[in-house]
């Protein structure tokens, strides 16, 4: 009997808890999390250099399904979608990128902004040596020669020359 009355008293507690209607204070739980649809592009874009920044201290090795990373990225991509023509946050998606071994995206995104600064270039260089690398394995000729010749006109390598040269 002594058991039942226990085990009532517990569900009777639990109850009346369940009806409290006062409001539970805000914690990291509760808060809802602004995604980056509901975030500003300057908004978005210093969030995206926040994660950026944690990501590199987090992970050795730097790829977009690591979790920083793609928050990072997605934040990024979230800037530059909402003001296509902020060159800023354009450049910085494409350096996203290209750090994270996004290499079409990179690619992609160096070639749609245009004149590219010096290092823009060499990281521009670097996205199409890597894209040239992969169809050569598969045997595309063409898109190599395509990614070759592009990469060259932003940059010269010893990479890019290299592939030219096992070319028939």
Known sequence: MKKILMLTAFALTGLAAAQDTTPAPATMETMPMMGPASMSASENYA????????????????FYDRTLWKAAVDH???????EATNRDYNAYLAQLYTKTQWWINAYNAWDRLGDLNDTEKQWASLSAAKLAYLALQRGDTDMTRMYVEKGMA???SASLQSIMKRLP
Do not use: G, R
């Open 154 to 156: 932003w940059a010269d």
């Open 76 to 82: 990024s991509y979230y800037a530059a979608s909402m």
């Open 47 to 62: 969030k995206a250099q926040e994660f950026a920044v944690q990501a590199d201290v987090a992970y050795p090795v730097s």
